[in-house]
DNA sequence: CGGAAGCTTGATATAAGTCAAGATCCGTGG
DNA sequence: CCACGGATCTTGACTTATATCAAGCTTCCG
């Protein structure tokens, strides 16, 4: 099911959960390749998905403090993280907190970006929710050294897309045509091209 | 403006800012009475609220760890809060880190329940959205001693409402009704009973 | 090469938004 | 204490964004 290594990585594939509801965690992981998210579902198969796990982020700092896992984390695609955990924080010398601190930066981001989020899927239109969401994703990936030449990965399928912007995978298949009509992206194989990001951002 | 004293209570009137985009806070709040919000606007007059403080609620305890302030807080009523200054809390011995284990706490509570916000948001119906927008307000009272008799405050606006539940004041209006048809809410005059909260619950 | 997963498209349905007017509540000043 | 005016709530008619259903098409992996 697992295959772990001695640098504590560990890989899984696509659709696989890295945390059901319920469990307590002894570890967090950060994203060394592939993409993840916490999501939850609701009574008829409605499927919300609340946080984007991208490489070098870290997948759930907070369990350091409650380790409690109120929402699961499944895998997007195949995925490579690294166990990091959570006694190994702990147990630091009072001298390098720095630690506990990236975490901390960690947890606060993800407030952050949660609070958009919710601003995005109460007030925003379809195409202004798919506009920031994948500037968002660019940025992020971009930060991370991984966009060349205005190209980055784009891994999800229109219904991962729909479960994070809250919308149906027809209706999204629908606006990415407007948004390729107006130039603004290309979309092929799993890659995706802002030719001109500030103008997407603008839409948001 | 501000009405201060010497226990750092502090009152706020309807409408008053107690933090504006880009300030730094050296002080996070406790809600004494009254309530506040979270909020960003839009261009075109869009307002979504992203957070909801109720008396006995820190309000914003991550600012005690990025001091940088990236959405406004405004009061919803005339509010009094209790100041609570962030060097009060670095300050103490290391053998009383309960005070910020106790900030730590709201932190992840907020973090919580902002993921439930987005379900909402994303995936549910504007009547599950009411539904389980009252039962967490009347669940957070509750868990304060403020519900008396299934009955607790509401001095929110509909327009408030809407703000949070990413919905139309007009539209809130109407489904509000069928919940009064269906005997599930009973709203007068700042003040909200919930005859049979668990029914109102199982459709959030 | 076959089949499932994903994408595209069209026709139609529905939830929620918009606009507009009237009714009600409520605080304020005279 | 009353009268006024603004905020809030209510209701109706109509519009629009997004959902639903259904079918065909394409891609990709085993």
Redesign the interface.
Known sequence: MLIADGEGLQQFKRHQHLARAGEAQDTIYRVEAGWAC?Y?M?RDN???I??LFLPGDYCEP?WL??AEV??PVVALTDLRVRRIPLQEIRDVPVAQYENVRSV??A??R???G??D???S????TALERLSSLLCEIFDRLRSGDQVLDNQCAMPLTQHDLA????LTPVHVNRVLQVLRARGLIELSARWMRLPDPEALRKLG
């Open positions: 916490r939850r609701l409605r499927r919300q609340t946080a907070h403090f409650s109120h929402h901390l930066r947890i606060l993800s407030l952050h949660q609070s989020w919710i601003v899927l109460g007030r925003k479960d994070i912007v809250g």
